[in-house]
């Protein structure tokens, strides 16, 4: 059994100043205790950030007094240099440390890199680190050099490490790349009439979004523990075609992978303007539009006979107007999901 009892006061001066004091104790069961105690000192200057901290601590194993001047300063938006000057006095000494820190993170990638340096009475330590982060994978390199001085002997040692992450998914037939999966994951592909429709992914708020791939290798949920009680919601960016069905539930198991299809061959959309055989627009018309291969659709004009209808697929469609004898066609084909057409002249009454 243990205890831990801890108290803490801050108070801020202004918009520079600011101080607080803390105090921490943790009992156990045989009779031992930790102590502390420390003071903290905060202050912004124009360019950089000062901060003083003095500790009393009493532990089993070392009692003293510490104390550390800390200088924070960020020259650019991407870069952080943190100085570090202090001494301790239960036998670790001075200690001088420089951190200097670098990162630029953009939607679909991340580059960070670091270069720690430190100096004390019981050696010296050099060491850095960059990281470059995509979608799909990450890769690592590393550096430290150790200068250290135990029982009066030099020790040196060096050492470099290089470390890469990508991982391979499949499921249904799909495969997908993605940096890690988790015991249950999703692969993301579409309908071969979306394969050149970009894909956004939004599961939840402060989610992650990513693009539909037109070769082989298909974007990946890479866990879906977090949809276990919300939507995945994929919509089309930056494109014109609009997706109708964009709501998915998934229901995750263990050591399983799903394939989720995205769209199909109903993905063209038309806006055009109904005349009659006179040129003058059909307004506030009901209309029905009949295709083969695909449900009636239901669509009216505006006062300048003004009409827009969804989920059409290539080939020729047949307009009626409800309460008229008059028909008009048209047809779709081509590349382009949102169709423009001028205008659509119903049939002379006459030529019947």
């Known amino acids: 059994m243990k205890g831990s009892y801890s108290a803490r006061m801050a108070k801020r001066f202004g918009e520079r100043f600011s101080f607080d004091v803390g105090y921490l104790q943790r009992d156990t069961h045989d009779g031992n205790s930790d102590r502390s105690a420390n003071v903290n000192f905060g202050y912004r200057f124009p360019s950089f950030h000062a901060g003083l901290n003095l500790k009393r601590f009493h532990t089993r194993s070392a009692n003293g007094v510490s104390g550390f001047l800390t200088l924070t300063w960020n020259p650019r938006d991407n870069w952080r240099t943190r100085t570090r000057l202090g001494h301790e006095s239960n036998g670790v000494g001075s200690l001088v440390s420089t951190n200097v820190d670098y990162s630029i993170r953009k939607p679909t990638k991340a580059i960070s890199a670091n270069l720690n340096l430190q100096s004390g009475s019981q050696g010296k330590e050099v060491d850095g680190r960059a990281r470059f982060e995509a979608d799909n994978y990450s890769a690592t390199l590393s550096r430290a050099h150790l200068y250290r001085n135990i029982d009066g002997f ?84 930056g494109g014109d075609t609009f997706l109708e069905n964009e ?5 995750p198991s263990y050591k399983r992978g799903s394939k989720l299809t995205i769209g199909n061959e109903f993905v063209y959309t038309v806006r055009s303007t109904l005349l009659y ?29 003004k009409f827009v209808a969804t989920g059409l697929k290539p080939g020729v469609y047949v307009i009626k107007v409800n309460g008229a004898k008059e028909t008009a066609r048209f047809e779709i084909n081509g590349d382009q999901k949102l169709v423009f057409i001028e205008s659509i002249k119903l049939a002379d009454p006459n030529s019947i």
């Open 154 to 237: 030099e020790s040196k040692g060096m050492e470099t490490t290089l470390n890469g992450e990508f991982a391979i998914a499949y499921a249904d037939g799909a495969f997908g790349i993605t940096r890690r999966i988790s015991d249950s994951f999703a692969i993301i592909t579409n309908h071969k009439a979306w394969s050149d429709v970009t894909l956004g992914i939004n599961p939840t708020l402060g989610g992650f979004e990513q693009r539909a791939s037109k070769g082989m290798l298909k974007p990946v949920l890479a866990n879906l523990r977090p949809y276990r009680e919300s939507l995945a919601i994929m919509h089309p960016l």
């Open 247 to 251: 709501d998915f539930y998934f229901l």
């Open 277 to 305: 055989w006179n040129e003058q627009p059909a307004g506030y018309k009901t209309l029905k539009i009949t295709g083969e291969g695909i449900p009636e659709i239901l669509t009216f004009t505006n006062n300048s006979g």
